[in-house]
């Protein structure tokens, strides 16, 4: 497993301003003054965090301690207008809670100078036992609003009178300094209060590269937690936090948090009932194939994948051990449980589901065109089960290009993401000596060699290239009636076509003639 190097993060002792954030803050002062508003104004959570580590931030959450939100939010409104500075300001409007999106009370919102801001009360929270929605909420003082946050480096506030830090957990820049993920209450409670901490946990805490807490893993694994899990958080949330993790800078290491603390399957939960059963321990051989795919996509050039294709590889790599498990749906359907995971447990599209089912099937027809494309030799695949047929009148020199092109035109522009993920499954002679390191690079040397083939071969972009004949123009040529016999001919025009790249339409059609005679005179 890759390891990452643990980073010692400079802490500001002092929050530096941008002239944006300073001219906003003063304006929300002038706006108390114009108002004798007796309210105390400081800023919340990330913002402080990420100004501290001297990150940029574009959102700005503001805390107000005895005024709510939205009033707040007009009052601000009101006085920019009247100084003549209103249409800095895109908005005032008020978001209603949603706690599938983690918003638990109704929020003021406004776009001022690129920067999202939000206006809400520092409040205390009281919790139910089967909801992670807050049963009781009232304005609380600002070590109560502190305490109800997930992570102490999340709990610091800005006070924009006194321009200061204030930490009211008494840990929360000790925490940001020493790199620790800690909870502000006993992590038991918290988790259980609202279990979709864990997740946030081991998200910040692999973004940052943060260590987390020994007693806030012990929670986070405990049967209680796992059972908070399934009760109050949505899958939508769950999903969030997963695509979140893994479009992040440090997927593996999250996944292995998961493992570790033993919520694997509580995160990507899996049907009642599925065949073949899965062997003990394959998350961790899932998590290996999501370690190797990571790895190999920072040995290629930075620019092979788009941050889409980067996505859905390692999903498809994540999901690899699976691929062949199947559960049954109605009419006795049997559908891979990739496909429950994605769209039942981690409410995600089901156009990404389609998309790395895609992959696998992809994938595993690469394998049987793989030690063709890596040959300097002229060799033909041996085991082709998914063109017969279709082959058959193609010479034996043009398969591979013709088995090859078929495929690029199912997958089309993800075709290296596809390649990649066969390149995962395919053995790669080794010996003892060889580390893993090695092993790496030489999956990534058959990659780059497959690819080059390919392109030589005049294959990129296959797929946008027009048929020379159509079905109307088999239907005329051979007098057949729509039907699977023309779709037949549509496929086995496009395998000469593939075979013979620079003929023109007549002699396609010249050949289609020539093909269906021979087929008649057999008959």
């Not at 194939?289 to 990571?294: C, E």
């Amino acid at each position: 497993m890759s390891v990452a190097t643990q980073h010692v993060l400079q802490v500001r002792d002092k929050i530096k301003l941008s002239d944006i954030e300073r001219r906003i803050f003063d304006r929300l002062l002038a706006s108390l003054r114009h108002f004798n508003l007796q309210t105390q104004v400081r800023v919340a959570g990330g913002w402080v965090r990420d100004k501290l580590l001297a990150k940029d931030c574009y959102d700005i959450d503001i805390a107000l301690d005895n005024m709510m939100g939205t009033e707040f939010a007009h009052k601000v409104k009101e006085y920019l207008v009247s100084i003549g500075e209103g249409k800095d300001v895109r908005g005032d409007g008020k978001i209603k809670s949603n706690p599938d999106r983690s918003k638990h009370l109704e929020t003021a919102t406004m776009r001022w100078f690129d920067m999202q801001i939000d206006f809400v009360n520092l409040r205390s929270e009281e919790y139910i036992e089967n909801s992670r929605i807050p049963s009781k909420q009232s304005f609380g003082t600002p070590e109560e609003d502190a305490c109800r946050r997930d992570l102490t480096i999340n709990s610091l506030f800005y006070n924009i009178h006194t321009d200061s830090v204030e930490d009211y957990t008494k840990r929360g820049i000790s925490d940001l300094k020493s790199g620790r993920i800690v909870t502000p209450l006993p992590p038991k409670a918290t988790f259980l209060d609202d279990p979709l901490r864990v997740l946030r946990a081991i998200r910040f805490g692999v973004r940052f590269e943060f260590t987390l807490d020994e007693d806030l893993k012990v929670a986070a694994a405990c049967g209680d937690v796992k059972d908070a899990l399934a009760a109050k958080v949505s899958k939508e949330r769950i999903g969030k936090e997963v695509d979140l993790m893994i479009s992040g800078n440090q997927a593996v290491k999250a996944m292995t948090h998961i493992c570790d603390l033993t919520l694997f399957w509580n995160v990507f939960s899996l049907p009642p009932v599925f065949k073949p059963a899965i062997s003990d321990g394959c998350e961790r051989l899932c998590v290996a194939y999501l370690d190797t795919a990571w790895n190999l996509i920072h040995l290629l050039k930075e620019s092979t994948f788009k941050d889409k294709e980067r996505r859905f590889l390692l999903f498809a790599a994540l999901f690899l051990p699976l691929k062949n498990t199947t559960y049954q749906v109605k009419k006795a359907k049997m559908v891979p449980v990739v496909n429950y995971i994605i769209v039942d447990s981690l409410k995600q599209k089901g156009e990404d589901a389609k998309m790395v089912l895609d992959l696998h099937r992809a994938s595993h027809k690469f394998l049987s065109l793989i030690p063709c494309l890596a040959s300097n030799e002229d060799l033909q695949p041996d085991d082709v089960d998914w063109m017969r047929g279709l082959i058959d009148d193609v010479s034996i020199a043009s398969r591979v290009r013709v088995l090859t092109g078929f495929l690029l035109r199912e997958i089309k522009d993800l075709w290296r993401v596809a390649l990649l993920v066969s390149i995962l499954l395919h053995p790669i002679g080794i010996n003892d000596t060889e580390d893993e390191s090695s092993q790496l690079h030489k999956r990534r040397d058959l990659f780059n060699t497959v690819e080059s083939s390919i392109i030589k071969l005049g294959l990129d972009n296959v797929w946008e290239v027009k048929p020379l004949i159509s079905g109307e123009d088999i239907m005329n040529v051979l007098q057949l009636k729509e039907g699977p016999l023309v779709k037949e001919w549509k496929e086995k025009s496009m395998a000469w076509q593939l075979a013979n790249p620079f003929r023109t339409t007549e002699e396609c059609i010249d050949w289609l003639r020539e093909t269906n005679s021979k087929r008649v005179k057999l008959e």
